[in-house]
């Protein structure tokens, strides 16, 4: 009987560590830090954007969106600061800007690479930002004769 028991026994911890590890694998989680440079962008609005969002070139995922923050010394600009795949270059010059997926998808950053030979390290900052386009704004000012 003791046998039988060690062997269910052995059986459940193997199969709930494959659990755990699919659980990992599939929901792209990362137990460490994983491998990735983090930069940053001020914008004057982040409307609907959330961390986890994709980070984007060309259409490409490149990264993501770590945290964002209002930024501490204007107190009228957002931080967003981005965790960019390490292998992926991007260089100093790049324009970030909040795009929708779709008419009323998820928000996310598209990157638009410059021509400068100088590239982006840990901690660098990118200086180009276009900020979200706020729908209900626009939508609001059409409908009063703002426009």
């Excluded at 986890?52 to 969106?65: D, L, M, Q, T």
């Excluded at 998820?106 to 386009?133: Q, Y």
Aim: glycine share 12%.
């Amino acid at each position: 009987m003791a046998k039988l028991e060690m062997i269910v026994g052995t059986f459940m911890i193997i199969g709930i560590l494959c659990l755990g590890y699919l659980s990992i694998k599939l929901g792209k989680m990362e137990l460490v830090g994983g491998d990735y440079y983090t930069v940053s962008a001020k914008f004057d609005s982040v409307s609907g954007l959330k961390s986890g969002a994709r980070v984007e070139i060309a259409g490409v995922e490149i990264g993501k969106v770590d945290r964002i923050v209002l930024d501490s010394k204007g107190w009228d600009q957002a931080l967003a600061y981005l965790k960019i795949k390490s292998g992926i270059k991007v260089s100093d010059d790049v324009i970030a800007s909040v795009h929708t997926s779709g008419i009323i998808g998820d928000k996310f950053i598209m990157l638009k690479p410059g021509g400068s030979e100088r590239f982006l390290k840990n901690n660098d900052v990118i200086r180009e930002t276009e900020s979200a386009i706020d729908i209900e704004d626009l939508i609001s000012k059409f409908i009063h004769g703002k426009v």
